[in-house]
């Protein structure tokens, strides 16, 4: 094999971010390198709780998932306090899929193929190359044939997800950020299991908040066939030394939490993996170089959601990529534009609004949660209407709220509301306005770090005491 191989792009991954941007650009005639280390009967599986909402696909120009890769059709999320009886039910539009991501992936796959994508599986991308200050390719290792060889393109994408290998290689002149802080990151552990006990309520996914289990984050069930006896199950949690791993976490909330509906489960597929769960990286783009989906981070960070928001970046992405190689310009300049579209829209604003939100999120307890279920402090349309809109709550609920709330002596916390949708405001004007080239990003990065650093502060991340020591007798006591 010759050691040198030439593309227009150069895609490293083939997770949904990477496989969706390089069916997208083989379809506008381009020559596109995919490259990732899973063998080609193995693209597509990942550990995830396979849930994307249909709307994702509206703007992308992606078709859905086929009915055979569909695991489950949901209508919405419900949101569940400690106690299990209150609910709150967040509406999707047009509903969901639970995708069975192996097969989600094998069709995405077959996508690109016929596009005319070439693939480089059971291939690791070991090193991106940069010349005179620009992205060239990767140096890549293969498995089948134990030989090392270059792809070189006009564009190389980092698509490696959590990982980002290529965004850590890249030039420091870029002003690429590369490390993001823990409180920023999940550690998750995911089950798919057979259950002997139908689950009944199949037609939403459920996030459970329950803090002796999944502090600073969220236990999900979600359905994974369309009868009740499959279920995706896992749960997430901030990498903190008084944080037990998550898969410990797990295995108590099954014998404490649902004994009768998990404790003689099938496992059928268990793992554990991060997800980076904030705002995007301030930038993504280098010369010849752009980074999508976890690699960017490119997540709603209030339920950490990834696959739309990575079908999306891999939306634009391919339209800019493509202008870059028609004008034969791939300065960080032009592929800026890609970055600026991106931050500016209704996800990126979603995005950084949200990134506030988990902030409070994160520092509530479960009795805080249940307070503001239970007694309508927050609803579900309050919720579904956050993702979007500025002005959550019109003058008379917020009145009702702050009676129920001196009522029952948790004032602190309608003040604590109240605050957090100011910033959101004030994170989305900063986001409007993002800068449409590098000159500026040094002082627009200050400013969104002041207003993450002050939230971080205000709202310390809650952490039941003694959660340690007593999941360690727990485990002990189970065997
Ligand atoms: C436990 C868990 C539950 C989740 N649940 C949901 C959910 O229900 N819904 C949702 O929308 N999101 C969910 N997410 C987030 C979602 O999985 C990600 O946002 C999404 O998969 C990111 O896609 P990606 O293409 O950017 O990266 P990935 O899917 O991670 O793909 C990266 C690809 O790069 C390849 N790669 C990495 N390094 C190399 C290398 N050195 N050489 C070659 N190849 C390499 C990998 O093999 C992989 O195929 C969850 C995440 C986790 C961990």
Redesign the pocket.
């Known amino acids: 094999m010759a050691n040198k191989k030439y593309f227009d792009v150069v895609i ?7 496989l969706t941007a390089s069916y997208l650009l083989a379809s506008k005639g381009l020559d596109v390198a995919l ?4 063998r080609k009967d193995d ?1 597509g599986d ?7 909402a249909a709307h994702h696909f509206n703007s992308t120009g992606l078709p859905k998932p086929s009915d055979g890769v569909v695991r489950a059709y949901v209508e919405g999320i419900k949101i569940y306090p400690r106690d299990m009886r209150y609910s709150l039910a967040v509406s999707t539009t047009d509903g969901g899929y639970v995708v069975d991501r192996h097969g989600w992936g094998q069709e995405l796959l077959s996508y690109a193929l016929e596009k005319g994508v070439t693939l480089f599986s059971n ?3 070991q090193d991106l190359i940069v010349e005179d200050g620009y992205a060239k390719g990767v140096k890549v290792f293969n498995r089948d044939s134990s030989e090392r060889f270059d792809i070189l393109g006009k564009v190389t994408v980092d ?5 980002s ?1 290529l965004i850590r290689k890249a030039p420091e002149s870029w002003g690429i950020e590369k490390e993001i802080i823990d409180r920023d990151i999940i550690n ?1 552990y ?1 089950e798919v299991v057979k259950l002997n006990k139908r689950f009944e309520d199949i037609d939403y996914v459920h996030l459970h908040f329950i803090s002796e289990y999944a502090p600073t984050g969220y236990v999900w069930l979600f359905p994974w066939d369309r009868d009740g006896y499959m279920l995706n199950i ?1 749960n ?1 949690v901030m990498p903190h030394r008084d944080i037990p791993k998550p898969h410990i976490l797990m295995e108590r909330y099954i014998y404490e939490v649902l004994p009768d509906l998990l404790k003689d489960r099938v496992v059928i597929k268990k793992g554990t ?3 980076p769960n904030r705002r995007p990286r301030h930038i993504f783009v280098g010369n010849g170089f752009a980074a999508v ?3 960017a981070i490119m ?1 709603d960070p209030a339920t ?5 928001y ?1 079908l999306y970046g891999a939306y634009l992405l391919s339209k800019h990529v493509l202008q870059a190689v028609e004008a034969g310009d791939y300065s960080q300049d032009m592929l800026w534009r890609y970055q600026y579209e991106y931050m500016t829209s209704p996800y990126g604003l979603r995005q950084a609004r949200l990134d506030v939100f988990r902030h409070l999120m994160q520092a509530y307890s479960d009795k805080d949660y249940e307070f503001v279920i239970k007694h309508g402090i927050l609803t579900g349309n309050d919720v579904s209407k956050a993702r979007d809109e500025d002005d959550i709550i019109n003058m008379f609920d917020k009145a009702l709220r702050v009676f129920k709330s001196v009522l029952y002596g948790k004032v602190s916390i309608v003040k604590d509301l109240d605050y957090t949708l100011k910033m959101m405001k004030v994170v989305k004007s900063l986001y409007l306005n993002y800068p449409e080239n590098r000159e500026g990003i040094e002082e627009w990065s200050k400013k969104v770090d002041m207003i993450f650093s002050t939230l971080r502060n205000r709202f310390k991340p809650y952490i039941p005491n003694g959660l340690v020591d007593r999941t360690e007798k727990a485990i002990q006591r189970v065997g």
Do not use: L, M
């Open positions: 490293a991954g083939a997770g949904t971010a990477g490259i990732d280390r899973r693209i990942k550990i995830c709780g396979d849930a994307i291939t690791i991308i698509a490696t997800g959590y990982s290998i998750a995911r896992g997430g993996w991060n997800i989906g976890d690699s997540i950490a959601e990834g696959i739309g990575g």
